[in-house]
């Protein structure tokens, strides 16, 4: 069984471009979740995408978005890029939502913000 | 709002002893879900172990096992027979009640493990 996959893996903008990242869960997962890891503010809950709703949203600002297709892929697009956007982007799927169901994540895509 | 501490930026541990990671968390549901990940170099989190508000017995995996004291509201991690294998970033994360599958996350802490 393939594992959860994300793309691209590295990635480099600059300041005011918009970009998009791509998670594919693992297949029959239905829940999708995004995270944002930097050294500075840690693992921050992004949003929670569930046969194609959004479950739940961090707190950032409006120019992180993301959804999520019948196939159950989900995407992130962040607009207008800025330095602090720099950060490793990991997505987690998981067959289930608001249980003890384990999370599976992705290798991540770093992103570069110059 | 949900709060996960660990305490210890950084830990070393010699091959084949065991190792315990703290983490303390702060919540006034009565269900919640605490959960233990392992971030290597690659950056990838692996799912270790899971345990229930409710649960009545510590969780175990193979060579991990959660000291769950919900009194005290620590749910530390003990690594057992500690492999080089095990140097890596570790979080503990819980997940709030009513929340879906949001992960609220401590700041980690690097375990090294020595020859």
């Known amino acids: 069984k393939a594992g959860v996959t994300q793309t691209p893996r590295y990635l480099i ?34 949003f929670e995408y569930f046969s194609e709703t959004q479950r739940n949203k961090g707190n950032f600002p409006g ?25 490793l982007y990991l997505c987690a799927s998981s067959a289930i939502t608001g249980t003890g169901a384990e999370q599976f994540f992705g290798p991540g895509t770093r992103l570069t913000v110059l | 709002a949900q709060k996960i501490t660990q305490t210890q930026p950084g830990m ?30 690659s950056g990838e ?24 004291q919900k009194a005290r509201k620590s749910a530390n991690l003990v690594i057992s027979a500690s492999q080089l294998g095990d140097s890596a970033m570790y979080f503990c994360a819980m ?11 401590g700041a980690g802490t690097i375990l090294r493990v020595k020859s």
């Open chain 1, 13 to 46: 903008k600059t300041r005011g471009q918009q970009v998009t990242l791509s998670c594919s869960p693992i297949s029959g997962h239905r829940s999708v979740s995004w995270y944002q890891q930097t050294p500075g503010q840690g693992l921050q809950f992004l």
């Open chain 2, 95 to 105: 997940r709030e009640p009513l929340g879906g599958n949001k992960l609220v996350f």
């Open chain 2, 12 to 41: 070393f541990v010699q091959e084949k002893e065991a190792v315990t990671l703290d983490c303390t968390y702060d919540t006034s549901d009565p269900s919640y879900g605490l959960f233990w990940y392992k971030q290597p170099s």
């Open chain 2, 45 to 68: 989190m692996i799912f270790l172990i899971y345990q229930g508000s409710y649960d009545q017995q510590n969780a175990t995996e193979g060579r991990y096992s959660l000291n769950f």
């Open chain 1, 63 to 87: 120019r992180f978005s993301g959804r999520q297709f019948s196939n159950s892929r989900s995407e992130m697009n962040v607009s207008t890029l800025e330095l602090g956007d720099s950060a």
